[in-house]
């Protein structure tokens, strides 16, 4: 079945340490996305890729970086630069302006916890 | 940039009552809404599209308006059942062409 496959579902980060999320559709998808999710807040936006080797920020992209060398793989690390690194971590993708005719999938999430 | 605002308190009903659910926005007008279900621990699934043009958008018992005068959505689900619980996200394109998210209502159906 085609999907999103992200991973670890759950990831314990020390302080000062950079950890990798890991992101990978079979949907044949161009676009892809990474959103972190806070409790009682809307989703935000970290960082989006429409087309392999190039990709923007978001919103709230300090602290965290992404690559984007396959169409299947935007993996999103987050640097320890980034002071609140707790959250639920999303990645979606869609067709090329998918948002204007067809939702985004999402994976399953990644729950991060600084310990 | 684009603000989303959903009921963040939970919204109870009874099995078979219709839910509904309130979406508003401003600062931007959106070119379209959509609507998202969202169960603990997992990523959202998306439920349903609507165009600033189109004033209602129906599938199966879900049922979501548009209103551009009042810059609000609402989402309908009739018949409700317990298996409908979730929390539902809106989320409108912005200026940018992203996608904006409200926080979310949680949705419980009691049998």
């Known amino acids: 079945d085609g999907g999103i496959t992200q991973s670890p579902k759950y990831l314990f980060r020390k302080e000062g340490q950079n950890v990798t999320l890991s992101c990978e559709q079979n949907l044949n998808h161009d676009a892809m996305y990474w959103y972190r999710q806070d409790p009682g807040q809307g989703l935000r936006l970290i960082y989006y890729?429409?087309?392999?080797?190039?990709?923007q920020k978001g919103d709230i992209a300090e602290g965290y970086s992404v690559s984007r060398e396959k169409k299947e793989s935007f993996p999103l690390t987050v640097t320890s630069a980034q002071k609140n690194p707790t959250a639920f971590y999303l990645c979606a993708s869609s067709i090329p302006g998918g948002g204007t005719s067809y939702g985004y999938t999402f994976g399953s999430g990644t729950r991060l916890t600084v310990v | 940039s684009q603000k989303i605002e959903q009921n963040s308190e939970a919204l109870n009903i009874q099995e078979g009552k219709t839910a509904t659910l309130t979406c508003n926005y401003t600062n931007y007008s959106p070119a379209y809404l959509q609507w998202y279900r969202q169960d603990p621990g997992r990523g959202p699934v998306f439920l349903l599209l609507i165009r600033e043009n189109e004033k209602e958008k129906r599938k199966e018992r879900l049922k979501v308006t548009f209103d551009t005068t009042l810059k609000q959505s609402l989402f309908h689900i009739t018949a409700s059942q317990p298996a409908d619980s979730a929390t539902y996200l809106c989320a409108s394109n912005n200026a940018g062409n992203m996608l904006t998210f409200g926080g979310g209502t949680r949705l419980m159906v009691k049998p």
């Open positions: 890729s429409q087309i392999v080797n190039d990709f």
